[in-house]
């Protein structure tokens, strides 16, 4: 996709990185181009990167944002999308939208643009690199035009937002809380004495509360399959005795990364017609990880099955174990990123690490 990018400060810069990374033709748009050369590859003017656009971010000063588009109006297509991440201060650090917003005033002044507000409640490293916090957070989209807000969707999706992460708040007036959340940003990076941190939408429970799961499942080649899981697979063993409660014995494995466990307990006879539709499902951060293990698996004497379409789409290799149960090595994490056939519909390569970048 083609991105001009309206400013050659540090968000700009960050997010022409980002979206640099995913594949887009990115260009930056200077009032000084000559002078901006550390910027980025292709530092044009600001009417050249409104002229190269498919989409368009304002990443100007929010008070002069509006000037900045104003002179602008002739170079931007109708129905071009305006990502605006701007937020105007005044010399005193207050708002200079203060009971408006700088995207609704946009979104007003250029009614055949297509505003979307997002990103502005972050610090730039954060737009570009959300995956560096300590855990999963979430960003906001305010626009009036869905199609403009779900093109917009995917290139934070290119920037490591999980589709999880997204918040999507309504129409271009919302963009207003976006802009005053300014105000508790800036109380709470002097808090922390830091600006990369980003708040998590917890919404109420409407589904059990659960704290652990775990999976229990009958085999009839009991030990074989312990130490496939053990040895082979190396799932860790969290309790293994020769008497379980009901006299026989009982394996229950971790799964690392996961609050769940997987147990087996032996039975005498093969389930009739075996068992090919069961399937326990290791995600992997990333195909090295994976690989070890299907290296051990391989080195085991053991060679991939065919599997389910969807998994072959998604880079996943499947195996049998003892009793017949598949066992599915994925090199991506399910919930957390985009599975990888949707990563290459939206046109980013997915290389080694599985995350896309
Ligand atoms: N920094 C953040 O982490 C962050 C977070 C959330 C939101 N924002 C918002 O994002 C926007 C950009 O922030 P930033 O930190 O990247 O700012 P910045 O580092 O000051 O960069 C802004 C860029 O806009 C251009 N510019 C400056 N004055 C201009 C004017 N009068 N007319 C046209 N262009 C002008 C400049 O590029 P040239 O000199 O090359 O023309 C400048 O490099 C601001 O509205 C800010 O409030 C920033």
């Known amino acids: 996709m083609r991105i001009g990018i309206l400013g050659t400060g540090n968000v700009a810069r960050a997010l022409g990185e980002g979206w640099a990374a995913a594949g887009h033709e990115v260009v930056l748009g200077s009032r000084a181009p000559a ?41 931007v297509p109708a129905g071009t999308v305006l990502v605006d991440v ?49 855990g999963p957070s979430t960003v906001f989209l305010s626009g009036d ?15 490591g937002w999980p589709e999880t992460a997204l918040l999507d708040l ?7 809380g976006q802009e005053h959340f300014a105000l508790l940003f800036l109380g709470v990076a002097g808090a922390l004495g830091s600006h990369a941190f980003n708040v998590r939408v917890v919404p109420e429970a409407d589904t059990a509360t659960v704290a652990a799961a775990r999976t229990a499942r009958r085999s009839h080649r009991y030990a074989e399959a312990v130490a496939f899981y053990r040895d082979v697979v190396r799932l860790p063993v969290v309790h293994l005795a020769e008497d379980g409660p009901d006299g026989h014995g009982v394996a229950v494995f971790g799964l690392p990364g996961t609050p769940a466990t997987f147990e087996l307990l032996p039975e005498d006879r093969p389930l009739p017609g075996g068992r090919p539709h069961e399937q326990l499902v290791l995600y992997f951060p990333g195909r090295a990880a994976r ?25 996943a290799v499947t195996f049998r174990d003892p009793d017949g149960a598949e066992l599915v090595l994925a090199p991506w994490v399910f919930g957390a990123e985009p599975p990888p056939a949707r990563r290459r519909r939206a046109g980013v390569v997915t290389p080694a690490t599985g995350r896309g970048r």
Not at 60 to 67: I, L, N, V
């Open 35 to 75: 002078e901006r050369g550390d910027a980025g590859p292709d530092v044009r003017s600001l009417a050249g990167a409104a002229a190269h656009g498919e989409v368009l971010v304002n990443a100007t000063p929010g008070t002069e944002s509006e000037a900045v588009l104003a002179s602008l109006a002739g170079e």
């Open 145 to 159: 035009d869905a199609g403009a807000k779900a093109v917009v969707g995917g290139l934070l999706h290119d920037l």
């Open 170 to 176: 309504g129409g271009i007036g919302t963009a207003r």
């Open 86 to 134: 701007g937020i105007g201060f005044t010399l005193d650090g207050a708002l200079a939208h203060p009971g408006v917003s700088l995207g609704e005033r946009l979104q007003a002044a250029h009614p055949a643009l297509r505003v979307v507000k997002t990103l502005c409640t972050v610090t730039a490293s954060v737009m570009r690199d959300p995956g560096g916090l300590s």
């Open 291 to 315: 690989d070890a293990v299907v290296g051990r698996l391989a080195d085991a004497g053991h060679e991939p099955v065919g599997q389910n379409r969807y998994w072959t789409l998604n880079d």
